[in-house]
């Protein structure tokens, strides 16, 4: 079974407005992390936003912010006021387990959404 | 500072010839992770490495590849011998346990093209 999903190949979105892209987990480990990733077409991977499974607050990084409803198993991103340098490829990951313990550092990776802004 | 460093960045080889792709982690990283990224396949971790000692290499496809971390500061993945289906992205990436969220900082990959 997939681990991570996200369902949505492709979205295009005016320049400006807010954006939700799609990501369901499956885990039975109670001790989880959720990242987002951001692959823009020069290729790098950076790192957007991060939500722990005892978090109580909703991650936010400046205009990235992560919709995290555990009973539903959702961690949706959602960039606020989208812009052109928005456009990339987008990665929902899941870390099981914690610290130290065997296996815990493994990231799981969705297939991606590909995110494009138009002005 | 500086991030993690990947060499080269392009590589174009031909089929049967080894191949050799090169990663400097952050300095005072603990975790340095290889992973390879197709159109069809996705993101896969290939293997990766706690303190410069191997500790899960279930993602590596075959006996071709293999992996090393002489020390804290340099690690290969080498393919002997290469082929087509080897033509990939190859990232390097590299966390610190000890913060809380341990997020990975990846290198900038290494295109590899097998002819």
């Known amino acids: 079974a997939q681990k991570i999903t996200q369902t949505q190949p492709g979205m295009f979105v005016q320049e400006k407005e807010a954006v939700t892209l799609d990501c369901t987990y499956d885990?039975?480990?109670?001790?989880?992390?959720l990242f987002w990733y951001k692959q823009p077409s020069s290729g790098e991977m950076i790192f957007l936003i991060y939500?722990?499974?005892?978090?109580?607050q909703n991650a936010t990084e400046g205009r990235y912010s992560l919709n995290f409803q555990k009973a539903r198993k959702s961690a949706n991103l959602v960039i606020s006021a989208s812009q052109l340098g928005d456009s990339a490829m987008y990665f929902c990951?899941?870390?099981?387990?914690?610290?130290?313990?065997?296996?815990?550092?493994?990231?799981?990776f969705g297939q991606g959404t590909r995110l494009t802004i138009n002005p | 500072d500086a991030g993690v460093i990947q060499s080269p960045r392009h590589e174009v080889t031909e089929m049967g010839q080894e191949v050799t792709l090169r990663c400097k982690p952050i300095?005072?990283?603990?975790?340095l992770f290889w992973y390879r990224q197709t159109m069809m396949r996705g993101l896969e971790l290939l293997i990766y490495?706690?303190?410069?000692?191997?500790?899960?290499d279930s993602g590596m496809p075959e006996d071709r590849f293999s992996a090393k971390m002489p020390n804290a500061s340099f690690s290969t993945l080498k393919i002997q011998p290469s082929e087509p289906r080897d033509s990939a992205v190859y990232f390097c990436?590299?966390?610190?346990?000890?913060?809380?969220?341990?997020?990975?900082?990846f290198g900038p990959g290494t295109r590899l093209t097998v002819l």
């Open positions: 990436a590299s966390s610190l346990s000890q913060k809380p969220r341990n997020e990975q900082f």
């Open positions: 885990t039975s480990d109670p001790s989880y992390g």
């Open positions: 939500q722990g499974s005892y978090d109580q």
């Open positions: 990951a899941m870390r099981e387990g914690w610290g130290v313990i065997q296996g815990a550092q493994k990231l799981v």
């Open positions: 300095s005072g990283h603990d975790y």
């Open positions: 490495f706690n303190n410069n000692v191997p500790i899960d």
